[in-house]
């Protein structure tokens, strides 16, 4: 690792690339005489807040320093999904999630479904893929899509392993998440040993599945993963002094949809301020380690003569709530599962640039498309990102007639009871749930409140409805709405049916299990109303 931090070093000294000519969107890439390599790098559940001031001073991450010093960090880049499937869906798709019908982690897109990718490749990129990819539909335990199906019903169960911590106490073990570090290096090896022969431009993905928790067995034979999992090596990169202990708002006076996230998380008892420390010191350390793998892509590029010619984007799916709001995981439109890290470098780039408009992963697509210099489709929810990182580019303002000054993201999996819409502006963050009559708003203003624990939606009616109406003239959502409480009855009825005699067993063993056993006939007895509820007319009209 030393050797590591010495190539980082030589490398920061070189001279950033020289701009380019043009300024319009897509003349960025298109100016240029080749068009560029592009690698992206996707984590699992990392915090965009840590890839800036002050969240940047809690963990040591080298390489997206580098990144950031040599390319465009995006300040304000948000999940269009919080949670795995669906926001990578609209990653590959250009498209909001409610127009694919990603609903959760077992609804997504079609095998077959034509990503930015197979794009690339048909206009000459070569093309390769290595880790988690997860944007398709099938995938994810039966425990998983039965809680999202079943998220309307009146019950309250425990759904996840209480968060916890687990630390290898070795300084010299680098390689914790050994199958990360496997698909890294087949990465690693690929650009090595074949992409630097290329005559072609060349595209390739990397997923980790870093830094998102680990599987806890120890919850029982069906487990959720509430581990927070790393080694002394990793811990010695977080700064202990600099980690924020969150305030938590009293149960009782939650908002109704946080509650029921926290009580199905297993996080509504009591909780040292050592364990908070802890699982969020821990979490801290696996993005170091996620950081490294990203590093070990940037050198094998510089190593390879290959760096200049290519352009680097790092991101994630969601963040991480690490015990804010009293939740670990996502599934939460507040900012550390929401805020997603977005940085750009390379030819074109321009080097030591924050943007702090808006943004979101809908934006990959085309910018993706835009960087090949391919002409982008009329019917993408996205914006490309190169009028606003170009070297060309350097009006900011010029880029709200070009991406609108939003973003829209949605939620309607497991451990949240409505289907929820948020609409982030430069200014607002501001939260609807299932109709917009039956679950109250949310209204935050991060400027004056960013740790979001002021919902100030009745304080300023007028400015709550007209970001209601901006997001309803964006989407219809009580109509989504609907149409997601129409598909999970039909998919739990599907399953139900194909169990026969072996449902009530299979259902009482998943892996809200520990509460189910102490009263099964209840909790089949709600699931049975819940099916002879017409939720559907009621909406319909709406």
């Known amino acids: 690792m030393v050797l590591l931090w010495l190539l980082v070093v030589a490398t920061l000294a070189l001279a950033a690339p020289a701009p380019e000519a043009g300024g319009q969107r897509g003349l960025a890439a298109r100016a240029q005489p080749e068009v560029p390599n592009v690698v992206l790098v996707v984590s699992d559940s990392f915090d965009g807040r840590l890839t ?19 390319g465009t960090t995006f300040l304000s880049a948000y999940t269009n999904s919080p949670i795995c ?36 490749e048909k206009h ?32 309250l169960l425990r759904q996840e392993g209480r968060p916890m911590v687990n630390l290898i106490p070795n300084k010299t073990k680098v390689r914790v998440m050994e199958r990360d570090w496997t698909n890294t290096d087949k990465a690693v090896n690929w650009l090595r040993k074949e992409a630097i022969n290329y005559t072609q431009p060349f595209v390739l993905y990397l997923g980790l599945n870093l830094p998102h928790p680990y599987p806890s067995p120890s919850s029982g034979e069906n487990f959720g993963s509430s581990t927070f999992h790393t080694s002394l090596y990793w811990l010695e990169k977080v700064s202990e002094n600099a980690i924020k202990i969150p305030k938590w708002s009293p149960l009782s006076e939650m908002h109704p949809i946080d ?60 963040g991480e709530l690490a015990m804010e709001h009293q939740q670990f995981y996502k599934m939460s439109m507040y900012e550390a599962s929401a805020h997603v890290p977005l940085l750009m470098m390379g030819p074109g780039i321009k080097a030591n640039l924050q943007v702090s408009n808006v943004v979101s992963l809908v934006d990959i697509y085309p910018t993706m498309l835009d960087i090949a210099g391919i002409s982008l489709p009329q019917n993408l929810s996205g914006y490309s990102l190169l009028p606003l990182s170009s070297e060309t580019f350097t009006n900011e303002h010029k880029f709200e007639y070009l991406h609108p000054p939003w973003i829209l993201s949605e939620f309607h999996g497991c451990n949240v009871n409505a289907s929820t819409y948020m609409l982030r502006t430069n200014q607002w963050k501001y939260i609807a749930y299932s109709d917009g009559v039956s ?57 139900k049916q194909s169990l026969g005699q072996n449902y009530s067993n299979v259902i009482a063993n998943l892996r ?10 209840k909790y089949e007895s709600a699931i049975n109303q819940w099916l002879k509820n017409p939720l559907i007319q009621e909406f319909e009209q709406k």
């Open 52 to 70: 800036f001031h002050p969240g940047s001073q809690v963990v040591k991450l080298p390489f997206i320093n580098f990144m950031k010093a040599h």
């Open 439 to 495: 679950v109250l708003p949310q209204l935050f203003d991060l400027s004056s409140d960013p740790d979001e624990l002021t919902n100030i939606a009745a304080e300023f009616p007028d400015i709550t409805y007209s970001l209601d109406q901006k997001l309803r003239s964006i989407i219809n959502y009580p109509k989504v709405s609907a149409s997601v409480h129409q598909y999970n009855k039909e998919q739990f009825i599907n399953w």
């Open 85 to 120: 499937c669906p926001s990578r869906a609209a990653m590959w798709s250009g498209l909001f999630i409610h127009l694919t019908e990603s609903w959760n982690n077992f609804k997504g897109l079609d095998p077959n479904y034509t990503t930015w990718m197979d794009v690339m």
């Open 124 to 155: 000459g990129y070569r093309t390769q893929k290595f880790g988690k990819l997860d944007y398709t539909s099938g995938h994810h335990s039966i425990s998983n899509r039965v809680e999202a199906w079943t998220r309307d019903v009146a019950f």
């Open 512 to 521: 809200w299990h520990q509460d189910w056993l102490k009263e099964p006939t």
């Open 259 to 318: 509650y029921y996230s926290s009580y199905t998380k297993n996080c509504t008892g009591k909780f040292t301020k050592k364990e908070i420390k802890n699982i969020r010191a821990f979490y801290y350390a696996m993005c170091a380690e996620t950081d490294a793998m990203l590093g070990e892509i940037i050198l094998a590029l510089r190593q390879s003569d290959l760096l200049q010619k290519t352009i680097v984007i790092f991101t994630s799916d969601h």
